[in-house]
């Protein structure tokens, strides 16, 4: 790609990012759904000034790396060992309900099918579609709102992680179904290890870091070195375990919480977030997005997967904090703030698409829980937090 377009195209994205992200603002909702709208005008459903690519793409990844990290250092340890088992309950709500609800509203349309035969398991994936979480761009509004680091903020971030760790999983499982090479027992020793080495060498990066801290307080490579733990951790999470390389990140903060110095961190990781990555990030779910293909033929399934993708998170999810002994008000924000979808429903689709469970024509009822979600769960939210 030539080095002139690229500039060419992030000026695009940051200047209108942060002019959609003010206006949304002034309008009293939270900048992230102004930063989405940016990326749908200037992409291929309106005026098609910024092709999708490779390096945006490249960039999108270490925007939502740099907010997962933020996440974790904003996080109180004491906090999230409280919301632990709770935590567990939530996301088990949030992946069971929305993947039988989206099964049986499959098979409503296309009929009801036998189990191991085809249509069922094509029913089972679309199901499966919708117990992912994108937590980022809720991570983003507990951050604007200042509340990231509150029992709800951490219980929702728990929850996600939760909720990941579980679909990839479930994922394995349902294309095992298809294939008999896939290994659902293996996924989940892999995902096991990955978190039983991040609590090991977590315990001797936070000793180190402690170390370095004291020797060095308050200096730039305080945080340039946690950068390249975050990193790391992204890297080692998503090549040799199969987690989510934010979910990777997410735990290098949590690693740094406890320093003197992470909020000091987190203010020079907001710096790079709040200027380029994260507009970059936000603005590209609009780019992957061109509202004009959308297939008429399935509109009416579209329609329906989104209502029951909404609703099954908020359900799931606010019924059992209901449950678990959370406030009326409390029950919806975990709800709401667990419905997001985002680059991890792509992944699932595509994931059914290559292993040949599904058709490419369901790709329209994903983009559109993704938009939706992505622009109503701010809004939603930041109206929730106010009402108090």
């Known amino acids: 790609m030539d080095t002139l377009e ?4 992030l000026a695009i994205i940051i200047i209108c990012a ?13 900048q992230v759904a102004g930063e989405i709208v940016a990326g749908l005008l200037i992409g291929p459903s309106l005026f098609n000034l910024v092709p999708d690519n490779d390096f945006l793409s490249g960039m999108a990844e270490i925007g939502v790396i740099l907010l997962m990290f933020s996440a974790g250092l904003e996080t109180d340890i004491e906090k999230l060992k409280k919301s632990g088992l709770k935590a567990i309950a939530i996301a088990v709500a949030g992946v069971s309900i929305p993947l039988v609800l989206g099964t049986v509203m ?6 009801f099918s036998a189990p191991g035969t085809a249509g ?17 761009i809720t991570v983003q509004v507990l951050k604007e709102l200042g509340k990231i680091s509150t029992e709800i903020g951490t219980t929702i971030m728990s929850a996600a992680i939760i909720d990941d760790v579980i679909g990839i999983v479930l994922l394995t499982a349902v294309i095992g179904l298809k294939d008999p090479d896939a290994n659902p027992g293996l ?93 970059v990030f936000f603005a590209s779910i609009g780019l992957q997005t061109n509202l004009r293909t ?22 799931g999810c606010g019924l059992v904090s209901k449950l678990l002994g959370y406030k009326g008000s409390d ?49 939603i939210l930041k109206a929730l937090y106010a009402s108090e």
Request: hydrophobic share 55%; proline share 2%.
């Open 106 to 111: 499959y098979m409503c349309f296309y009929g």
């Open 294 to 315: 959308v297939d008429m033929s399935i509109l009416a399934f579209s329609v329906a997967f989104v209502l029951v993708g909404l609703f099954g998170k908020i359900a």
């Open 187 to 279: 996924v989940c020793l892999k995902t096991a290890a990955f978190f039983a080495l991040a609590f090991v060498a977590g315990i001797v990066i936070f000793k180190i870091m402690q170390m370095i801290d004291r020797r060095w307080p308050h200096t730039r490579r305080i945080p340039i070195i946690s950068l390249v733990l975050a990193f790391v951790m992204a890297y080692i999470a998503d090549k040799y375990f199969g987690v989510a390389d934010i979910t990777g990140a997410y735990v290098a903060g949590i690693i740094l919480s406890s320093l003197d110095d992470s909020a000091y961190i987190d203010r020079k990781m907001d710096i790079n977030s709040y200027m380029i990555f994260g507009p």
């Open 120 to 136: 069922y398991i094509e029913a089972v994936f679309i199901g499966t579609i919708l117990t992912a979480t994108s937590v980022s």
């Open 331 to 379: 029950c919806l924000k975990i709800g709401v703030g667990m419905m997001t979808r985002g680059e991890v429903a792509l992944i699932v689709t595509q994931r059914g698409l290559k292993a040949d469970i599904i058709d490419s024509r369901y790709f329209t009822a994903v983009i559109l829980l993704i938009i939706i979600s992505s622009i109503f769960t701010p809004i």
């Open 6 to 9: 690229i500039l060419r195209n």
């Open 18 to 30: 942060k002019v959609f992200g003010l206006i949304a603002h002034k309008l009293k909702t939270p």
